[in-house]
C-alpha cells in the first residue's frame, strides 16, 4: 500500500463526501417545512467511498495484469470451468442438486416453494434473454413485453373463453413468437444501440396500452382469478398445487435447458455469436444478418411468452404493473451478472438475484441499487459473468498438417465439454 | 377552429420542447463523441431538479427572498449535475473505451438504475412539491391565459443557453477540440488534443445542460420524484435522434418537434397516451430516418 | 480467356469524396490478379463495392462463376455476393475473436449447409451428418492451411500471422470461386510472407480458385501475380504483366516517393 495510493484515496473519500452531501444528508419536508440533517450518512460515504477506492484500484490493476497474462497463455482455464469439466466432479453433483431438487417441495413450507418457483421463472426468462443478448448480441431492453404478451394471452383467453393453462401454454408461446417477428422485423435493422432503445420503446408501448386500454386489457387493476395449471381434472389443495407448480416449472427450466444447449452448437447458434462478434464478417461469410437475428430475437420472444403464461398461472392475478422496464432490466442483469452465453452462469445469476433478496431482508431494499450496481461493475472489471461461455472442443485423431491431400482417419467429435 | 385552444397548445409545445432540447443536448454532444448512449443522463437532470429542491428549501429556510434562492439555486443545481456528469463517466464509461460496444451501454443502463435507487433510498419516493421560483411578470398580465410567466422564461433561458452553447463550440478552444474529437478521435489524438479532457468536458456541459432543464421544469410542474428522468430521458434521447444525433441545432429542432407531437396529440387526441405518442415516435423515426431530420446518413467505414 | 468477374465504370462517392473513379477490371478465370496503389488510392473501397458492402454510385459488377450463369450483383447484401462464390478477407482482420479455429471455418460453410431450428433441436440424422461433414471438411481445410494444431484455440489467441491465414481459410470454406484478399501479408515476416506466396499458388493450382490480392509487398506482388493493376485516387491507372508495371513511368510516378523493391 503506497502513500501514494493513500492521498489518492483521501481525495476521492472527500469527492464523493461532498458529491452525496445535498442528497445522502439533507433531507427535506417541505410540506411541513422541516429539514433534517442526517450527519452519520456523511461519515458513512467517506468512509465506504475511502474503502471502495482501494478495491477498485486492486480490481483496476488485476484486470490491467490479466490482459497482460492472456496474451501470453492462453490455456488458462478457470477454476470453475475446470470443475465443471472434471465428470469426476460434475457427475456427482449433478446427482446431489437432482435429489435436492426434487427432495425440496417436501422438506420446505409452500412459502419457499412460492420462492423458489418465481426463481425458477427468471431461470427461464434469463434463458430467454440469454438467446438474444448472450448469443446473438442484441441488447433488447424490452423483453418483459413478451412476458406480458403471454401472461395477458392466458388471462384473456381464460376470462373470455375459458380456455385452459395447457391450451394457453403453446398459444402463449406462439404469441411471443408472434410479436417477436412482429417487432424485431422491422427494428433488427438497426444498429445495436438503436436496437436497445427502441426495444425499450416497445416494451413502453405495450405496458402503457395495457394500463390504459380498460375495454381490452381492464386497465391498471388488472385480472384476477386466473386459474392454476390443471392436472387431469385433479382438484390440488394449496399446498399441493405449489409442488405442481414447482415441478412444472423445473420441467420448464429443463427443457429450455436442453434446447438452448442444443442450439448453441448447432450451425444457427454458431451463426447468432458470429453474428454478436462481427456483423460485417458474419454477412461476409454468407450469413443472412436479418433473418439470423430475428429467429433469435424470435425465439427468445417466444420463450418470454411461454413463462408468461406460467407467471399468469402462478399468481392467479395480473396487471401491468409486473411488467415494467425494472422487470427487464432485472432479467438483463442475471444474464449480465451470469454470463452472456453461458447457461449455468444465468441459473446461478438467477438464483442468486431472486434468492438473495427474498431471504436476507435487509438486502430487499436496496435490491436494485444492487442490480445497477453489479451491472456496471461487472461491465468493468468482468464482461463475460460470473462463469463464462465455453465453446465447444473437437478431438481429431492423425493430426497432420499442411498440404494433406487424403486422409481417412477422421475425428470423433468428442465434445470434451458442453456445459457452458 | 378554437385559435385560442390552438395558441396554447403551440406554446405549451414549444415550453415541453425548450426543456427537451435541454436535455436532448447532452445526449446528442456525448453520442457525437463518444457513440454512447448516455442512459444515465436522465438520472444527472433527475438529480439536477432534486439538488435544487433541497438547496431551495434550505436557503428559504434561511430566509433569503425569492429570486436569490432561485438563482443560488440553480448554480448549485448546476454544479452539483456537472459533478454528477464527471464521477458517471470516469466510473462507468471511461474504463470501457476500448470495449465492444454493448458493455458501456450495458453499464449506462446499470449506472441510470443505480442512480435512481440512490435517490429514491437517500429520499423519497413520493413526490415532492417544487418551490415555484419563477417570479411572475407583470408585463404577462394580458396574454397570461394563453402562455403564463413562467413558460416564457423557460423558452428564453433554452434560446439563450443555445446560442451560449452554440458559441462556445464555434469559437473557443475546447469546443474546437470537441468537434475535432466528434470527427476522427485517432485522429484528433494525433495531433495534441487531450480526448481525456474533452470527453470529461463534454459530460460537464452535458450535465449542466440537463440541470438547467430540471430546474426549469421543475418549478414550472411543481413537483419532482426519482422516476422522473427516466421518461424525460427517453423522450430527450427521441429528440435528439429526430433531430439527427450528433447535431446540436437537431437536438433543438428535434426537441421541439416532439414537444409539438404531444402537445398536439394529447389535446385534440387524448391525453391518457401522453407517452405513448412520444414512445410511437421514436420508433418510426428509427426505422423509417434512423439518421434524423438534421443527420446524413453515412457508410460505416470498413 | 473467360472472365470471371467484369467490372465496369465502378464509381463510389462518399459525399464530396470521389473514392472510385470509373473503374475498369477484369479477372479471368485461373488468373492470380494483384490490385496496388499508395495508401488511400481506393483499393479497399473496391473490395467493399464489390462485395456488397457499399453500394458503389454507379457502375457494373458482373460475375461468371464457373458453370453457372453471367449475373449482375451490385446491390445484393454481401451475404448474397458470397453465396454465389466471391469471398473475401479483411485489411483489419475481422476473425470472430471468442469463437475457436475450427468454429471460424464451420462459420464459412454456413451458406452452404441447410438445418434449422427444428433441426438443432431434435438433431435428427439429417442434421447430424450436415453437423459431421462441416466439422470433416473445416478441419481439412485448416489442415491445408497449415493451421490444424490450433483447431480448438480461441481465435483472438492465435499469432498475427496465423490470423491472417484463418481469414482465408474461412473464405475458402464458403466455396468462391474468386477469393479476394485485403493485405494478406501485412505485419508478417519474410518467412511468413514466403509461406503464404506458396500457399496462395495452392490454393489456385490445387483448388482451381482465381484470386485478387491488395498488396504493398511488391517482392509478393511481382512473384505471384498474373496480372496487376495500378489504382490512384480512385483511378485505375495501368495495368499489365508484373514486367509491364514495372517499367511504366506513369506506376513509377504514381509511386514517387515510396519505393518498388522488385
Ligand atoms: N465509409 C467511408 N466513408 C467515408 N470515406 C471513406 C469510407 N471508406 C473509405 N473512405 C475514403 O476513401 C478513400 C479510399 O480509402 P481505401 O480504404 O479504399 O484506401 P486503400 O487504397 O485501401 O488504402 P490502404 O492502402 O491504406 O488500405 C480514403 O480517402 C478513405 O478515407
Ligand atoms: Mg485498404
Given at each position: 500500500m503506497k502513500i501514494q495510493d493513500i492521498k489518492e484515496s483521501f481525495f476521492i473519500a472527500a469527492w464523493f463526501i461532498l458529491l452525496t452531501f445535498p442528497i445522502m444528508v439533507i433531507q427535506v419536508n417541505p410540506i411541513e417545512n422541516i429539514i433534517e440533517w442526517r450527519w452519520w450518512n456523511l461519515i458513512l460515504v467517506g468512509a465506504g467511498s475511502f474503502m471502495l477506492s482501494f478495491v477498485w484500484r486492486y480490481l483496476m490493476n488485476r484486470k490491467a495484469g490479466q490482459k497482460r497474462k492472456e496474451s501470453e497463455d492462453a490455456e488458462d482455464i478457470p477454476l470453475t470451468q475446470r470443475l465443471l469439466r472434471n465428470p469426476r466432479f460434475f457427475v456427482p453433483a449433478l446427482i446431489v442438486l437432482g435429489v435436492f431438487v426434487f427432495a425440496f417441495p417436501f422438506l420446505f413450507s409452500a412459502y419457499q416453494i412460492n420462492i423458489m418457483t418465481t426463481a425458477l421463472i427468471y431461470v427461464v426468462l434469463g434463458l430467454g434473454l440469454n438467446i438474444v443478448v448472450g448469443l446473438a448480441g442484441l441488447l433488447d431492453l424490452g423483453y418483459v413485453a413478451f412476458y406480458a404478451v403471454g401472461a395477458y394471452s392466458y388471462a384473456l383467453l381464460n376470462h373470455h373463453f375459458g380456455l385452459g393453462f395447457w391450451t394457453v401454454l403453446p398459444v402463449g408461446a406462439f404469441m411471443g413468437a408472434m410479436f417477436g417477428v412482429l417487432l424485431g422485423f422491422p427494428v433488427l435493422r438497426l444498429r445495436g444501440d438503436y436496437l436497445a432503445i427502441v426495444t425499450l420503446g416497445f416494451g413502453e408501448i405495450i405496458r402503457l396500452i395495457l394500463e390504459n386500454w380498460n375495454a381490452f386489457s381492464f386497465g391498471p387493476s388488472g385480472i384476477a382469478n386466473i386459474p392454476r395449471p390443471g392436472f387431469f381434472g385433479v382438484d390440488f389443495s394449496l399446498e399441493a398445487s405449489s409442488r405442481y407448480l414447482y415441478f412444472l416449472m423445473i420441467a420448464m427450466a429443463l427443457f429450455t435447458i436442453f434446447v438452448v444447449n442444443r442450439l448453441q452448437n448447432s450451425r444457427i447458434g454458431r451463426a447468432w455469436i458470429a453474428l454478436r462478434e462481427d456483423e460485417i464478417a458474419c454477412q461476409a461469410m454468407g450469413i443472412d444478418k436479418t433473418k439470423t437475428k430475428l429467429t433469435a430475437f424470435a425465439l427468445g420472444a417466444t420463450w418470454a411468452g411461454m413463462v408468461g403464461v406460467m407467471f399468469a398461472a402462478k399468481t392467479t392475478f395480473i396487471n401491468p404493473a409486473s411488467f415494467t422496464f425494472l422487470e427487464s432490466a432485472i432479467i438483463l442483469s442475471i444474464v449480465v451478472l451470469g454470463g452472456m452465453g453461458s447457461i449455468v452462469g444465468v441459473i446461478i445469476g438467477a438464483l442468486v438475484l431472486i434468492l438473495l433478496p427474498e431471504y436476507l431482508r435487509a438486502f430487499s431494499e436496496y435490491r436494485m441499487l444492487l442490480f445497477g450496481a453489479i451491472m456496471v461493475i461487472m461491465m468493468v472489471f468482468r464482461p463475460q459473468g460470473i462463469i463464462s461461455g465455453v465453446r465447444r472442443t473437437y478431438q481429431f485423431k492423425g493430426k497432420g498438417d499442411k498440404a494433406v491431400k487424403t486422409r481417412e482417419t477422421v475425428k470423433q467429435p468428442a465434445p470434451t465439454t458442453d456445459h457452458s | 377552429m378554437d385559435w385560442e385552444y390552438f395558441f396554447e397548445l403551440l406554446l405549451g409545445g414549444l415550453t415541453r420542447g425548450s426543456i427537451y432540447a435541454l436535455i436532448a443536448l447532452g445526449y446528442t454532444m456525448v453520442y457525437g463523441i463518444i457513440e454512447l448512449i448516455n442512459f444515465a443522463h436522465g438520472e444527472i437532470y433527475m438529480i439536477g431538479a432534486f439538488t435544487a429542491l433541497i438547496a431551495a428549501n434550505v436557503l428559504t429556510m434561511l430566509g433569503m427572498n425569492e429570486l436569490a434562492v432561485l438563482v443560488l439555486a440553480s448554480v448549485v443545481a448546476i454544479l452539483y449535475s456537472a459533478a454528477y456528469g464527471f464521477t458517471v463517466e470516469k466510473i462507468a464509461y471511461k474504463p470501457l473505451?476500448?470495449?465492444?460496444?454493448?458493455s458501456p451501454l450495458i453499464s449506462a443502463i446499470g449506472m441510470s438504475i443505480f442512480l435512481q435507487n440512490y435517490v429514491l433510498l437517500a429520499q423519497t419516493s413520493d413526490f415532492l412539491p417544487f418551490p415555484s421560483l419563477i417570479p411572475e411578470l407583470e408585463f404577462m398580465e394580458p396574454i397570461a391565459h394563453i402562455i403564463s410567466s413562467a413558460e416564457v422564461i423557460i423558452i428564453l433561458t433554452t434560446a439563450v443557453v443555445m446560442i451560449l452553447l452554440t458559441l462556445l463550440i464555434k469559437y473557443t478552444r475546447i469546443g474546437k477540440a470537441m468537434r475535432a474529437t466528434a470527427q476522427d478521435r485517432s485522429m484528433a489524438m494525433l495531433v495534441g488534443v487531450n480526448v481525456n479532457r474533452v470527453i470529461s468536458t463534454t459530460f460537464v456541459i452535458g450535465s449542466a445542460l440537463a440541470a438547467v432543464g430540471g430546474v426549469l421544469i421543475a418549478s414550472h410542474i411543481g413537483m419532482i420524484n426519482f422516476y422522473i428522468g427516466f421518461i424525460a430521458g427517453i423522450k430527450a434521447f427521441t429528440a435528439a435522434v429526430l433531430g439527427g444525433i450528433g447535431s446540436i441545432p437537431g437536438a433543438v429542432l428535434g426537441g421541439m418537434v416532439l414537444g409539438w407531437t404531444e402537445s398536439f396529440a394529447t389535446g385534440y387526441?387524448?391525453?391518457?397516451y401522453e407517452d405513448v405518442f412520444a414512445f410511437a415516435l421514436l420508433v418510426i423515426i428509427l426505422i423509417f430516418r434512423p439518421a434524423g431530420i438534421l443527420g446524413r446518413s453515412t457508410t460505416q467505414k470498413v | 480467356m473467360e472472365p470471371i468477374l467484369e467490372v465496369k465504370d465502378l464509381t463510389m462517392d462518399f459525399g464530396g469524396l470521389r473514392?472510385?473513379?470509373?473503374l475498369d477490371l477484369e479477372i479471368d478465370r485461373g488468373e492470380i490478379a494483384a490490385l496496388i496503389g499508395p495508401n488511400g488510392a481506393g483499393k479497399t473501397t473496391f473490395f467493399n463495392c464489390i462485395t456488397g458492402i457499399y453500394i458503389p454510385t454507379r457502375g457494373d459488377v458482373v460475375i461468371s462463376p464457373p458453370g453457372k450463369k453471367r449475373e449482375r450483383i451490385n446491390g445484393l447484401k454481401p451475404n448474397h455476393v458470397t453465396e454465389r462464390g466471391m469471398a473475401r478477407t479483411f485489411q483489419n482482420i475481422r476473425l470472430?475473436?471468442?469463437?475457436t479455429v475450427l468454429e471460424n471455418v464451420m462459420i464459412g460453410r454456413h451458406c452452404r449447409t441447410r438445418s434449422g431450428i427444428a433441426g438443432a433441436v431434435f438433431r435428427g440424422p439429417g442434421t447430424r451428418e450436415e453437423e459431421q461433414a462441416v466439422v470433416d471438411k473445416s478441419y481439412e481445410i485448416l489442415e491445408k492451411m497449415g493451421l490444424s494444431r490450433f483447431v480448438n484455440e480461441l481465435a483472438r489467441n492465435l499469432p498475427y500471422g496465423a490470423q491472417r491465414r484463418l481469414e482465408i481459410a474461412r473464405a475458402m470454406a464458403t466455396e468462391p470461386f474468386l477469393i479476394l484478399l485485403d493485405?494478406?501479408?501485412?505485419?508478417?515476416n519474410p518467412q511468413e510472407t514466403y509461406e503464404l506466396d506458396q500457399l496462395i499458388l495452392r490454393i489456385r493450382d490445387e483448388e482451381g480458385i482465381s484470386l485478387l490480392l491488395i498488396e504493398h509487398d511488391m517482392q509478393l506482388v511481382m512473384s505471384l501475380s498474373d496480372r496487376i493493376f495500378v489504382m490512384d485516387y480512385g483511378k485505375k491507372i495501368a495495368q499489365g504483366t508484373p514486367e509491364e508495371i514495372k517499367n511504366n513511368p506513369v506506376v513509377i510516378k504514381a509511386y514517387l516517393g515510396e519505393e518498388i523493391d522488385a
Open positions: - | 473505451r476500448q470495449a465492444p460496444r454493448l387526441v387524448s391525453s391518457d | 473514392a472510385l473513379d470509373h470472430f475473436p471468442s469463437m493485405e494478406p501479408a501485412a505485419g508478417m
